[in-house]
């Protein structure tokens, strides 16, 4: 299900029912959806029952990230995240407040992060409504950052042999 934050009906709708089901709640840009994205939600949804997941907006991942970014509109990486096996509900999130609206209408059981936030768990919005659950990062796998760079080196070596 596509939730609107902008709609509280929406979170109370969605969480009807799930009052003996654990809600887990998270969010990142997912900005080229890849491997550790996929590994980091399956993960958060094997310490829940149910996982609700923000993905940030375009608006959003531009501040964050650089006016490069995003690589994918908002829609699609919403449509990507949303039809992931592991993720049983998502939301376009404009800025925190989207995040704690959905928070306060969901009322999770737990509010998922990854290990960057290890250090900032007092900064985890939500973190007053449900306890802050940090999932540990898996070393092997890149960010959407370290693709790109990737990418870019690769493209100025070859550019430089010919």
């Given at each position: 299900m596509i939730l609107d934050p902008k709609n509280p009906n929406d979170a109370?709708?969605?969480?009807?029912?799930?009052?003996?089901?654990?809600?887990?709640l998270t969010s990142g840009c997912f900005d080229l959806l890849h491997h550790y994205h996929l590994l980091y939600l399956e993960r958060c949804r094997r310490l829940c029952d149910i996982l609700v997941v923000g993905v940030d907006s375009d608006m959003r991942v531009k501040k964050m990230k650089g006016d490069e970014r995003p690589i994918a509109p908002e829609h699609v990486r919403l449509a990507m995240v949303h039809g992931l096996r592991a993720v049983d509900a998502a939301f376009v999130m404009n800025d925190l407040d989207d995040f704690l609206t959905m928070a306060i209408g969901l009322n999770p059981k737990v509010i998922f992060r990854n290990q960057e936030w290890a250090e900032r768990v007092k900064e985890v919005v939500g973190r007053?409504?449900?306890?802050?659950?940090?999932?540990?990062?898996?070393?092997?796998?890149d960010s959407t950052t370290g693709i790109i760079s990737h990418i870019l080196r690769q493209s100025k070596g070859r550019k430089r042999s010919r």
């Open positions: 109370l709708i969605f969480s009807r029912g799930t009052d003996s089901r654990k809600v887990g007053s409504i449900a306890p802050v659950v940090i999932v540990p990062d898996v070393v092997t796998i």
